[in-house]
Structure formats: structure tokens, C-alpha cells
């Protein structure tokens, strides 16, 4: 390890990488030639969109901070989480946009922000009698859920979301949390706290289903990784509290003046992975309602900036000859056998993602020419497949591409004003109490008048 803010200069650098043992292994790799991506990768139209668009974008991102604290132990550490959500009212945007330039006061008029915010104990923070940081941090991720309230008309708690998401769950036991104090036992986990079944008779909490106590460094260093997956699991719960808020109050009639624009892919990934799976039950559960109720899929879309497939996305846009293979316009969906061909290698049977992800990526080129990554989630058992490029059963990719038109910002490369927007507020939340449920609903019962 070096010392703090110790490098490596560029000539012990350049020797590992000319070293013949770096050689050997490069000769020994796997490579692709890439004038074949662009044969294989063949962009469409997408379909028609729906009119009307929808008019409101509800857009969630979140943020974590770890940093030192002084409680009298070296290496402490707090958590600091917090996710933000975003109201886009695009009929008001176009309205605006009929007037150029737009007036900065009026065009933040068209964003309502809402974020919620909580510290989370890292190394060497103990709280109350427990025994240890990690046993705090267990409790401290179960408050964040029970004290959550996201629609204050009936104190429904994100912890009311988590748990109908949890019945979803197999039934199986996982070692105690507790095993760091001696204890041996395989313990289920419920919906409510429990108690281990050891003499200490420690509590267990739902959230421990989870597992994310097992990526907890108690002794020393970051907790980014266990920072991290609570920030995961905390976004699309939110997503699918919002939905089920919208159940609960029959509004789920509206849902096509919404669209729903989630950071990051559809996809649950390490310990809390198993979420994906109930996440998707759930949702097509909310989709067979809306469907029968107005005849369309909800419009949820996640946006990937970074990764293995944006930088694929760039690289087969590019040609030899200085231009570009993808069309303004143009879209392309990655089926499971190019996937594993051409982006993360792999001879598995099982599909790509098929443990961790809710949804299904796309590559889309705007009218604008800002390439993104986005996902599409699975809302019927049909639409579960990366077989085809056809897009046929998804019947909202029209729509979503067209949202991505009217979307995109010049802001950042290939970026989405919502998603900016939230990123934003959930880095520095100055809106800290507001509730996104609230503003939505203010908007629909003026749309609805």
C-alpha cells in the first residue's frame, strides 16, 4: 500500500505494462476484432410513440458521503445517505420552450425536488449497547426504513414497501448476524423484528434479509460497499413505494401522464440481490392493473452513465472512416447471445442478469446525438427475454425514445435534465422534508381539474 498521496511515477508504470509477463497474458487473452461489432449491432427506427407523451417525470437518484467523525476511536466513520426525487412537469417545459431563451426562475418553476436524508454508523461508531459497528449499522438501515414516510396523508412507511417486497422471498435462514459474538445458529428472518434463538436473544431485524452487514467493515478502512447497496435498495423501493402509494389511492388510472426515470440500471446486485427478483413480481403485478385500467405499461426507465455498455455504445458508434453507425433516431437492443459475445463474455446457459436485474438495456441515439444506455423493465412474463431484438413486446419503447428526446441536456455529455436535476438535490439536499408524493399529486388534480 503507498503512503497518502503517494504515486507511481509514469516509467515504473510503463514497465509493468511492456513486461514480458503482462505480454504473455495479453497473448493469452480473448480478442475481439471490432470491425465485427458493427456488422452485428444493427440500429432500427423505434416505433411509433404514444400521444400524448406523458407530462410529468418522476426522476430518483441518490448520493453517499463517507466521513471521518472524532468520538474518541481512531478511523471512525458516519454514513451520510440521501435520495432525491424529481418532478419534471414537461407540459410546462414545452410551454416555455415556445419562448426562447428560457428564463432560469422560470424553467427551475418546472422542477419540484423532494429528498430525504440519513446517517448510517461506519467503522468504529456503536451505538446504544450494542457490541459492535456493525450490529449499529444493522439497526441504524431498519430505522432509515421504519421512520421513511413518503406519503404523509397516511404515514405509509417505506418499511410497509420492504416488507410486502420481502414476502416475495423464499423462505430460507441465513447465519446469525450475530455470529461474531459466538453464535452458530441458521435464523430465518421475518417481516417483523424477532430475536435470535441463542441464550443472548438479540434482535433480528427484516432488513437483515438483506444481508448487507455481511460488506460491513467493523475493524478498519470504507464502507462504501455496504454504503452503496443501501443506496441501491433505497432508490427502487422508492420507486415501488410511490407505485403502491398510487395503488392505495386508486390513481394508478393516471399512471400515463407519468413516466418514471430511476439512476442507474434495473438491477439489484450482491447480497440484496434477491430483491430484483421480487421487485419484478411486484411490478407486474401494479402493470396488470394499470394495463386493464388504461390499456397501457407504466413508463419506467433507468439510465446507465458509465459501464461496460456505455463504453460499448461508444465504441460501435464509431467508424474507421471518422463517422458514426448510429443514426439520430436510431436504437438497438442487445439480445443475451451479443451480450455475452460481444460486451461481458460469458458460455453460461443462464440468461444475462437474470439474478440481478428487474429490466432490459437499450442503446439509443437522439435526435440530438447523445448516446444513452437505458433499461426498460419486465412487466409481463413475455417481455422477460433477451432472445430477440424485436422490439414487439415492449410496447412503450416508441414512447420512452421520444421522452429521451425531449429529455436530453447539453449540460453533460449524453445526459438527462431529471436525472441531473435529482443528482443534484440528493448531493446537496436543501429540500430535505418535502414529499414527491404530495407534489405529484398537486400537478395531477390541476391536470385533472
Given at each position: 500500500m503507498p503512503y497518502e498521496g503517494e504515486?507511481?511515477?509514469?516509467?515504473?508504470?510503463?514497465?509493468?505494462?511492456?513486461?514480458?509477463?503482462?505480454?504473455?497474458?495479453?497473448?493469452?487473452?480473448?480478442?475481439?476484432?471490432?470491425?465485427?461489432?458493427?456488422?452485428?449491432?444493427?440500429?432500427?427506427?423505434?416505433?411509433?410513440?404514444?400521444?400524448?407523451l406523458p407530462s410529468l417525470v418522476l426522476a430518483i437518484d441518490g448520493s453517499y458521503a463517507e466521513v471521518d467523525v472524532r468520538n474518541g476511536y481512531p478511523g471512525a466513520k458516519v454514513g451520510y445517505c440521501s435520495v432525491a426525487s424529481v418532478v419534471l412537469n414537461l407540459a410546462e417545459l414545452e410551454h416555455l420552450d415556445i419562448d426562447r431563451p428560457v428564463n432560469p426562475v422560470d424553467f427551475r418553476r418546472t422542477e419540484a425536488p423532494s429528498s430525504d436524508a440519513s446517517a448510517l454508523p461506519g467503522c468504529n461508531v456503536i451505538t446504544r449497547d450494542h457490541s459492535s459497528a456493525k450490529d449499529s449499522f444493522r439497526e441504524?438501515?431498519?430505522?432509515?426504513?421504519?421512520?421513511?414516510?413518503?406519503?404523509e396523508e397516511d404515514n405509509t412507511r417505506l418499511l410497509a414497501t420492504y416488507q410486502a417486497l420481502l414476502a416475495?422471498?423464499?423462505?430460507?435462514?441465513?447465519?446469525?448476524?450475530?455470529?461474531?459474538?459466538?453464535?452458530?445458529?441458521?435464523?430465518p428472518i421475518t417481516s417483523d423484528v424477532s430475536t435470535c434463538p441463542?441464550?443472548?436473544?438479540?434482535?433480528?431485524?427484516?432488513?437483515?434479509?438483506?444481508r448487507i452487514h455481511e460488506r460491513f467493515n467493523d475493524d478498519s478502512g470504507t464502507n462504501g460497499e455496504a454504503f452503496g447497496y443501501v443506496l441501491s435498495v433505497w432508490e427502487r423501493?422508492?420507486?415501488?413505494?410511490l407505485l403502491?402509494?398510487?395503488?392505495?389511492?386508486?390513481w394508478l388510472d393516471r399512471l400515463n401522464a407519468v413516466a418514471f426515470f430511476l439512476d442507474g440500471p434495473l438491477a439489484i446486485f450482491g447480497p440484496p440481490a434477491w430483491l430484483s427478483a421480487a421487485v419484478s413480481r411486484e411490478l407486474q403485478r401494479l402493470n396488470a392493473i394499470v394495463q386493464e385500467k388504461t390499456g397501457n405499461d407504466i413508463v419506467i426507465v433507468g439510465i446507465e452513465k458509465s459501464g461496460n455498455f456505455v463504453a460499448h455504445f461508444e465504441e460501435i458508434d464509431s467508424r474507421e472512416d471518422g463517422g458514426q453507425h448510429f443514426q439520430p433516431g436510431s436504437f438497438f437492443l442487445p439480445t443475451d447471445a451479443y451480450i455475452k459475445k460481444r460486451i461481458i463474455f460469458s458460455d453460461s446457459t443462464k440468461r444475462y442478469g437474470a439474478d440481478t436485474y428487474f429490466g432490459r438495456k437499450f442503446f439509443y441515439k437522439t435526435k440530438s446525438g447523445a448516446r444513452i444506455v437505458a433499461n426498460i423493465p419486465f412487466l409481463t412474463p413475455e417481455q422477460d427475454s433477451l432472445a430477440s431484438d424485436d422490439p414487439a413486446p415492449y410496447p412503450r419503447l416508441g414512447t420512452v425514445c421520444a421522452l429521451l428526446d425531449k429529455l436530453v441536456t447539453c449540460r453533460f455529455p449524453n445526459a438527462l435534465a431529471p436525472i441531473v436535476s435529482a443528482h443534484a438535490q440528493a448531493s446537496i439536499p436543501l429540500h430535505l422534508g418535502q414529499k414527491v408524493l404530495r407534489q405529484l399529486a398537486q400537478v395531477l388534480m390541476r391536470e385533472r381539474g
Open positions: 504515486y507511481a511515477h509514469y516509467q515504473p508504470l510503463k514497465r509493468i505494462v511492456e513486461s514480458e509477463r503482462v505480454q504473455q497474458l495479453l497473448r493469452r487473452s480473448r480478442v475481439l476484432g471490432p470491425t465485427v461489432l458493427t456488422q452485428e449491432a444493427m440500429p432500427k427506427t423505434p416505433p411509433a410513440a404514444d400521444s400524448p441504524a438501515l431498519f430505522d432509515l426504513l421504519h421512520d421513511a414516510i413518503v406519503d416475495y422471498k423464499p423462505t430460507e435462514k441465513i447465519e446469525c448476524p450475530y455470529a461474531h459474538l459466538g453464535c452458530d445458529h441458521q435464523v441463542c441464550e443472548r436473544r438479540k434482535p433480528l431485524f427484516p432488513t437483515d434479509a438483506l423501493l422508492l420507486l415501488i413505494h403502491r402509494c398510487f395503488e392505495q389511492r386508486n
